[in-house]
């Protein structure tokens, strides 16, 4: 099975940016759909974007559309998530998941990483 790491996270003012690592081992990367979810205290895990095997399709919510871009690089088992004009509201802990469709559904997803908390300040 794959193990999956995330990175990158921290304390940004609004309108400020961050970008997201995850880092895959023990596992065939390019075989794996792979997705960024977030989630703060009381709600359930939120979608915020994926992208297929090849890289040359990807989706994201409609809250973070034209703000964030995912991406990711096979040859270094690495997955990226950049994140302009931040808001308050993206404050959360951002997980990245791998599996083999691209689903809205955290349910779906059964390799995580540990998260790293994103906060944005007003």
């Known amino acids: 099975q794959v193990q999956l790491a995330e990175s990158g996270g921290g304390l940004v003012q609004a309108g400020g940016s961050l970008k997201l690592s995850c880092v895959a081992s023990?596992?065939?990367?390019?075989?794996?759909?792979m997705t960024w979810f977030r989630q703060v205290p009381g709600k359930e895990r939120e979608f915020v974007a994926g992208i297929m095997r090849n890289g040359l399709s990807k989706i994201y919510a409609d809250s973070v559309k034209g703000r964030f871009t995912i991406s990711r690089d096979n040859a270094k088992n690495t997955m990226h998530l950049q994140m302009n004009s931040l808001k308050p509201e993206d404050t959360a802990v951002y997980y990245c998941a791998a599996g083999g469709g691209l689903y809205y559904s955290a349910s779906s997803y059964d390799h995580w990483g540990q998260g790293t908390q994103v906060t944005v300040s007003p």
């Open positions: 023990g596992g065939t990367f390019s075989s794996y759909v």
